[in-house]
């Protein structure tokens, strides 16, 4: 279920790409039609050698063999651009989707989700769904070709030679299916050791004046150094169980060569086999070792991509508790008062047993000026969060100019409200865009009169 889930997810990326891949598969298909068609060719030219030798049709052939296999390489290169392309493409669009999604949901989330880990999934797990639709499906499709259009003409060169070969196959996937839960599991806890690294990362350099005031810098250093071992760990398990398995199931590619090379050379010496059948099924297995090889480059891409789709959806299914209601009414910000109700507002923060607001009521009018005192953890930051709905207050408890602040879009509601936060924060940009930042098109005359009230036009070079 979970597979066919992931599989539907990968079709949903694709969709939108389905041109380039289409092209991107039918310019494998000719690739390996030409790789089918040169050893015949081949064939024939040393059959034609054993009859009679002409430097014309060897030129001919050598030609020919030349030209085709250029092609080949032209074609492949077309391939591989078309097939990458629909990954990089996907690539794009689910960073975007990522953070537009981000931008939707409420203060709350990043409070229950780190931030250095949230970091990881847009990018390191992007990066390997990247590779999942570029990497592991020219590979798949490539070796899917090459099995179906090569064994074939090879049972039709010899049936018991070509079933010798590939008697070793079954092990080969046995062996691959034998890592496949092992390489998943390891890749799942290189990834959250990423994540931890860079939730790490993200604190320290947040804290960093906290550190150098407390003197933790030693501290912080056998902390980091702790996660940077578990992350070393993760990945040299991760790359034990690589270095085991794909040097055998090379080795294992390899031993159809030498069955062929074996059986062979006693058919041509019994006269039961033509030299350029030899020659000719001598190509195509070792044309088979290649794709069979990267078999298992694919798996662990595949298993890469598995854990990176989950984690990765995970944030996209995440639906954000604050949003409009289906009955939001426009408000105008020519027609706002600035009247604010509270009627029997209560507000209790997730996982907390004792509400941050507890019945609150109160009307303050337009053009007042009102102070809320209280000691730490009273509400007063609660409170002032409510008002642009950074929290998810219920319906009916409190009102802007008499309307439910729940029925009003947000954009209407937070746009007329001026709010300056306890903590300051500083975007990396410049000062003029900081201040403006409520207002991209605010002139250059009304930024420096809201820096002259705020008394740090004078600090400003």
């Known amino acids: 279920m979970a597979t066919t889930r992931r599989l539907a997810t990968l079709g949903a990326y694709l969709r939108p790409h389905w041109r380039e891949a289409t092209l991107g598969i039918i310019a494998l298909l000719t690739v390996n039609g030409l790789g089918v068609y040169i050893p015949l060719l081949i064939r024939s030219a040393v059959d034609k050698l054993s009859e009679s030798f002409t430097y014309g049709e060897i030129l001919r052939s050598v030609v ?68 999942l639709l570029g990497f592991a499906v020219l590979n ?26 590939l008697a070793i196959y079954p092990l080969m996937f046995l062996l691959v299916y034998i890592f496949s839960d092992r390489l998943r599991n390891e890749q799942s806890q290189v990834q959250e050791s990423i994540a931890d ?11 960093i004046s906290l550190i150098k005031i407390y003197a933790q810098e030693e501290n912080e250093r056998r902390a980091f150094a702790e996660k940077n071992q578990n992350l070393l760990w993760a990945k040299l398990k991760q790359a034990q169980s690589r270095n085991t398995l794909f040097p055998l ?39 088979l070792v290649f794709p069979t090889a990267l078999l298992g480059f694919t798996i662990t891409a595949y298993q890469r991509g598995e ?43 997730p996982g907390s047993l004792s509400p941050a607001l507890d019945n609150i009521s109160f009307t303050i009018h337009p ?38 602040i729940t029925q009003t879009p947000l954009l209407d509601l937070r746009g007329a409200i001026t709010y300056v936060p306890q903590d300051s924060f500083l975007f990396s940009t410049t ?20 820096a002259q009230r705020s008394q740090i036009h004078s600090e400003i070079i």
């Open 64 to 131: 020919l063999s030349v030209s085709l296999t250029s092609a080949m390489w032209l074609i492949r290169m077309a391939s591989r651009i078309w097939i990458f392309g629909v990954g990089r493409q996907v690539e794009f669009e689910l960073k975007q989707k990522i953070f537009e999604h981000l931008l939707k949901l409420e203060p709350a989330y990043f409070a229950t989700n780190p931030v250095g880990d949230l970091i990881s999934r847009a990018t390191s797990d992007v990066d390997k769904i990247r590779s």
């Open 140 to 165: 798949l499709v490539n070796a899917v070709f090459a099995y179906t259009l090569t064994l074939p003409v090879m049972l039709y060169l010899s049936v018991d030679l070509t079933l010798a070969s």
């Open 197 to 207: 690294i860079s939730q790490f990362i993200q604190e320290d350099v947040s804290g």
């Open 249 to 287: 199931i090379a080795g294992l590619a390899n031993i159809s060569s030498l069955i062929i090379i074996w059986l062979g050379a006693t058919r041509i010496l019994a006269g039961s086999l033509a030299v350029g059948d030899f020659v000719a099924l001598l190509i195509y297995v070792e044309r």
């Open 307 to 349: 854990v990176s789709i989950d984690r990765v959806e995970s944030i996209l299914n995440s639906q954000p508790k604050i949003k409009n209601s289906d009955q939001s009414l426009a408000l105008p910000s020519s027609s706002v008062k600035g009247e604010i109700t509270a009627k029997n507002l209560c507000y209790t923060y």
């Open 367 to 404: 053009g007042e000026l009102v102070a809320i005192v209280g000691a730490i953890g009273a509400g007063k930051s609660t409170l002032a969060n409510s008002l642009p709905r950074l929290l998810d207050v219920q319906p009916g408890q409190l009102f802007l100019d008499g309307v439910d």
């Open 431 to 450: 000062i003029k865009n900081n201040i403006r930042y409520g207002d991209p098109t605010e002139k250059q005359d009304a930024i420096e009169r809201i």
